[in-house]
């Protein structure tokens, strides 16, 4: 997200309309769904993420989503929640969690505002970069956890093992 000078951009209110220039300046396709979020896609390291941002102005919060599209089965629900539980403690900025309805994987990350107060370009920019780190970061893992059918604390010693010397 370098595209973006906010000194070049003159903003409107609407926190969504602030990710949209943000979109705009990275050439990014984006839709406006009936309930008012923005949704768009973007290329990671594993797979094109969904992601969606929404302004819940009920508690001046912009929050982004972003779906790994990786499904926890009922039978594999508890070991999602472990993963979720131990990759939570290694990320600093938004969470993931798993969908009680349907078991989808899901990284969430949440800008409180105070009220009257909207998001910079540079925030914006920031979510997007965190929820892809995060995304392309532990991806791996439940992965690992949902279709190897590894345990928690396996699937994310095998993503994030450190390499040693030089090839």
């Keep these: 997200m370098d595209a973006v000078r906010p000194e070049e951009v003159d903003v409107p209110y609407d926190p969504l ?4 220039h943000v979109l705009v300046a990275e050439n990014l396709p984006f839709d406006r769904t009936d309930e008012g979020d923005l949704a768009f896609a973007l290329a990671g390291d594993w797979k094109d993420y969904e992601l969606w941002f929404a302004w819940r ?16 089965k009922k039978s594999r629900r508890a070991a999602a929640y472990e993963l979720v539980g131990l990759i939570n403690q290694r990320t600093w900025m938004g969470h993931f969690e798993v969908w009680a309805e349907d ?4 990284f969430r990350h949440s800008l409180a505002l105070p009220m009257g107060e909207r998001p910079t370009l540079a925030q914006a ?10 995304a392309d970061r ?10 190897g059918s590894k345990k928690p604390q396996e699937a994310i010693d095998a993503c994030l093992f450190e390499t040693v010397g030089t090839a």
């Design 57 to 72: 102005p009920e508690g001046d919060c912009l929050q982004l989503c972003c779906a790994l599209d990786l499904q926890a």
């Design 125 to 134: 920019a920031s979510m997007i970069d965190a929820a892809v780190e995060a």
């Design 17 to 20: 309309d602030v990710v949209e």
């Design 103 to 106: 078991g989808e994987i899901v």
């Design 138 to 147: 532990y991806y791996p893992a439940f992965d690992f956890m949902i279709r």
